[in-house]
């Protein structure tokens, strides 16, 4: 599903989006790496108090 929104998003003008996932879906993770997402950093929020990844990913049209 990724990888058919990242065209998507590049039409639409996002260059870079920024993708989170649970820190424990290692099956979100691995999605999100493999469609490019460079990881950032784990954060705790206040609305959100469980860790949550952060990555950048770059949207291409593929």
């Known amino acids: 599903m990724l990888k058919l ?3 998507i998003a590049k039409s ?3 260059s ?3 993708i989170t ?3 424990k879906n290692h099956a979100s993770r ?5 469609n490019g997402g ?3 950093d784990i954060v705790v929020g206040n609305v959100f108090p ?6 950048w990913v ?5």
């Open 5 to 7: 929104a990242l065209p």
């Open 50 to 55: 469980y860790p949550i990844a952060r990555y």
């Open 21 to 23: 996932a649970d820190e």
């Open 38 to 40: 460079e990881f950032i």
């Open 12 to 14: 639409l003008g996002i």
């Open 30 to 34: 691995w999605v999100i790496e493999a």
């Open 58 to 62: 770059i949207c291409e049209n593929t």
């Open 16 to 18: 870079k989006a920024l």
